[in-house]
């Protein structure tokens, strides 16, 4: 059934089989030893016999994967999103690491080497499979042990496919999957990773760099969601790419340029510089947890800033004294910025120094900024100082501008000592909101 011949400095084995469909074939593989030869023609021969001879194949690694995605695809219906994020896996994960090794010679060794490759590897380092020229910062940003283990669980199922197509026996891969470390680095660096996904879609060249006239050091290289000026918020679903965009940061802090959306045209939010120099500061006060920056043109706050003094006091003690969740949403405070022109640098560096000790900050006849993890929060703590002050402007047009009774000092205490939080003890045990606004 198989014999060795002697070929120069070499021995092979040959051996005759035949293909998935059924046509006689001719095999032959070399060793550089008789014993190898020897240990290679029997267990030919066993397999041979007892029907577990795997057709010798080429197919690689990249062309296996392509094959598996449609199938994988349609038998398990993926939504247009599984179905992308899986290709760019293969694109720049898998393929410029793997893609060309042959599936049948892959050892669990071999897959072990290459996760200790992936952990060693820069986020975005490949975009539709073609390598990138990163900068120093990016280079810095390996991909998390979360994206190696979502490797894994891919190939984990490719292979099965390929156990069942013939083409392999078993499964390469590591018995234990690669562990996920939840507390690998910071939030905000964690995310490194949603720009390599998103990366596949930006413009093929971006747009032209535009100076902010301000600047900040540690969201240098960072990339950012952003609506557009003049544009609604209703229209972001129904028409994403001229509503909002994404921009990215130069390496100096203090340009944008468009890398998606925004068509046609149109430009960041006229806040954009006010925006970014929030997320500097909130970055560095919460370590990267806080990646949202929320403006509104809250009514009732708005109007506030006609009536009350426009200090962090006046107004953290009438927001605090007039809703009960109030010291336990924002027990900090808030801060108060006096009117200046919107979209320009002065503001921006006024309500970034208010934002370096504050949740949210407010814009004198203009609005609200708030900060947070994500936007369900933020816009929960903007919701929150809203409908407080709405409270306020109620219970001063309901009483003829004299509040009776509000919620003392000793009371927002306990409200904290309860909820654990801590107050903003400079806002506590002085003279106080003033009882009446408009009290003669």
């Not at 927001?319 to 801060?335: D, M, R």
């Not at 919701?383 to 409270?391: G, L």
Request: charged letters at 25%; hydrophobic letters at 35%; glycine letters at 6%.
């Amino acid at each position: 059934m198989a014999s060795i011949m002697k070929r120069g400095d070499s021995y092979s084995v040959r051996y005759k089989y035949k293909d998935h469909s059924g046509k006689p074939c001719e095999g032959w593989e070399s060793f550089k030893t008789r014993k190898e030869a020897q240990e290679r023609k029997i267990t030919v021969e066993k397999e041979l016999l007892d029907g577990t001879f795997l057709v010798p194949d080429t197919i690689t690694v990249e062309e296996m994967l392509y094959k598996w995605i449609p199938i994988q695809s349609t038998k398990h219906k993926w939504s247009p999103k599984t179905y992308t994020q899986s290709v760019a896996m293969v694109q720049n994960l898998i393929v410029p690491y793997i893609g060309n090794r042959k599936v049948q010679e892959l050892r669990t060794y071999d897959i072990e080497k290459f996760y200790a490759t992936l952990a060693k590897t820069p986020c975005g380092q490949y975009v539709h499979g073609v390598k990138q020229k990163l900068s120093d910062k990016q280079k810095k940003r390996l991909l998390s042990s979360t994206s190696i283990h979502e490797v894994h669980t891919l190939l984990k199922t490719a292979f099965s496919y390929a156990v069942e197509w013939d083409l392999i026996h078993k499964i390469p891969l590591p018995r234990d999957a690669p562990k996920v470390n939840i507390e690998e680095r910071t939030i905000w660096d964690e995310k490194e990773e949603e720009v390599a996904q998103c990366r596949p879609f930006f413009d093929p060249q971006p747009r032209e760099w535009v100076n902010m006239g301000v600047q900040a050091d540690n969201l240098a290289g960072e990339y950012f969601i952003t609506t557009g000026s003049g544009k609604f918020f209703r229209n972001v679903e129904p028409d994403s790419v001229h509503s909002i965009g994404i921009v990215e940061i130069n390496d100096k802090g203090d340009s944008w340029r468009i890398v998606w959306g925004l068509e046609d045209g149109a430009k960041p939010t006229s806040e954009f510089p006010s925006h970014f120099m929030n997320h500097s500061v909130r970055k560095a006060a919460t370590n990267g947890a806080n990646r949202v920056i929320y403006h509104c043109h809250a009514t009732n706050v708005i109007a506030l800033t006609y009536i009350l003094p426009l200090t962090d006091r006046d107004f953290t003690r009438a927001l605090w004294q007039s809703a009960t969740e109030c010291p336990v949403v924002f027990p900090e405070g808030v801060g108060v910025c006096p009117w200046m022109v919107p979209g320009g640098a002065d503001i921006a560096m006024a309500t970034s120094e208010l934002m370096k000790h504050y949740q949210a900050a407010i814009w004198a006849q203009h609005g609200l900024f708030a900060s947070g993890p994500d936007f369900d929060i933020t816009f929960g703590l903007a919701h929150t100082i809203e409908k407080s002050a709405e409270i306020y402007v109620k219970v001063l047009s309901m009483g003829g501008g004299i509040i009776r009774q509000t919620i003392t000092d000793d009371d927002l205490r306990a409200i904290a000592h309860d909820f654990g939080v801590t107050l903003n003890e400079k806002f506590l045990n002085l003279l106080g909101i003033r009882k009446t606004v408009f009290e003669k």
